[in-house]
């Protein structure tokens, strides 16, 4: 997954640490299932940014794919 969202200038940071966000992995689990994906993070507090596109694009598509199982 590209992380489009960083790359196009959007400058995050975040509203606890002040910290510019960075690409990192991290795990996201759903329904017993443990997905590895790249997203912006806090280097400080590990604090994750779902940006809405994300969270109603493909994350709904998997979440309702694994529901449906």
Known sequence: MKLSFLQEGMDWSCARCAEKLVARKVELRYL??????????????????????LAMGRMLEVEQLLEDK
């Open 32 to 53: 017993g299932n443990v997905f590895q994906v790249e997203l912006p993070a806090c280097p400080t507090c590990s604090a994750v940014l779902i940006v809405e596109e």
